[in-house]
């Protein structure tokens, strides 16, 4: 059953050093305020997952927090590399990243095979593709009906996933509205799940065939107004394309990257203080 707690406890009680966390939310959703807490923590030697991992990896791969990274395609959407991400993998800074590259088909079928309880997952992929050559968690299996060559990854059960939402009601039901990505299949593959939501509502007025993640799959809901951004939450804020932007300078260049997060992550109490400090110097 879910427990209504603050980020930093949520962070505190259910996320430790050397544990496999999943930070999902696809292009919507993103559960950046989570990875600034992370960051905060000092967590460390984390094998992150994630479907296109942008801003909140390059942010704890920079910080130190990674030491994997399971992962289908890694860049600042609409605007370039990952430049953290970069410099771990090519130069082991700050300290050497191991990854694991798939598809986005396979690394979602991955989530669903973890929440069916299911060593790995199936499916018609990789055929002709270099990334078999590269990534020895991708095998080939011969359908035992058809004989039909296919392909077969690992399933992804997280110690902690950890998403963001709309709104959670006071029993602590979740309701997600807009994009979901892969966001329930993670955290029911997980075994412990936080959320950070926009609000609680007494009553969550669901439409019908809505995205309810209900209270006894999770293990936090968090309170965390903004905590998406600088991605979207639909019918909320929008996309914040200007701090996608601003990112690649100060990613490229470590010092400029390390003083931003001292600055602005381990320099603020939250992130409601975090994005304070943002709006008085806008």
Known sequence: MAQILSLSEAIQRFVHDGETVALEGFTHLIPTAAAHELIRQNRRDLTLVRMTPDLVYDL???????????FSWGGNPGVGSLHRLRDAVEKGWPHPLEISEHSHAALANAYVAGASNLPFAVLRG????????????????????????LAAVPSVRPDVTVIHAQKADRQGNVLIQGILGVQKEAALAAQRCIVTVEEIV?????PMNACVLPTWALSAVCVVPGGAHPSYAHGYYERDNRFYQAWDPIARDRDTF?????????????????????????
Do not use: M
């Not at 704890?60 to 399971?70: E, P, S, V, W």
């Not at 007494?202 to 669901?206: C, H, P, V």
């Open 258 to 282: 390390t003083q931003w997060i001292d600055t602005y992550i381990r320099g603020t109490a939250d992130f409601a203080a975090f994005q304070a400090k943002l709006a008085a110097e806008a």
């Open 60 to 70: 704890l791969i920079g910080a130190g927090c990674a030491k994997r990274l399971i």
């Open 202 to 206: 007494d009553d969550l007025q669901a």
């Open 126 to 149: 990789y055929q002709g593709s270099d990334l078999a050559k590269v990534n020895p968690d991708i095998k080939f299996i011969a359908c035992p009906f058809t004989g039909e060559k």
